[in-house]
């Protein structure tokens, strides 16, 4: 494995593991699938640029353009969960909780 492919492939794995085990504000998480999303990027352009060939060419940019829809939706649940529950913690979503 190269250091490039060791490199994203391990932003990867961070994002996934900090969505996992540091769940207590909506915004961390979305920073976590944000890298996820910009380390999927950066790996599909490298694969793309390594076969060199024009057939996998506008599969980097869709996944960019998914990913920028989900920012914009990640951000619009943020501030509506902000000005309803009155803060963006994840124990506070709970609509079971009293």
């Avoid at 969960?81 to 609509?95: C, E, I, K, V």
Wanted: glycine letters at 6%; proline letters at 2%; one cysteine or more.
């Amino acid at each position: 494995m190269s250091p490039t492919h060791f490199a994203f492939s391990s932003a990867f794995i961070l994002g996934l593991t900090g969505l996992a085990f540091h769940r207590t504000h909506l915004l961390s998480a979305l920073l976590c699938l944000e890298g996820m999303m910009l380390s999927l990027f950066i790996g599909m352009s490298l694969w793309t640029l390594q076969l060199s060939t024009m057939n996998f060419s506008a599969a980097p940019m869709l996944l960019l353009a998914f990913s920028a829809c989900e920012a914009s939706a990640g951000l619009a649940l943020l501030v509506a969960t902000a000005r309803t529950h009155g803060s963006d913690r994840l124990q506070a979503l709970n609509l079971l909780q009293w």
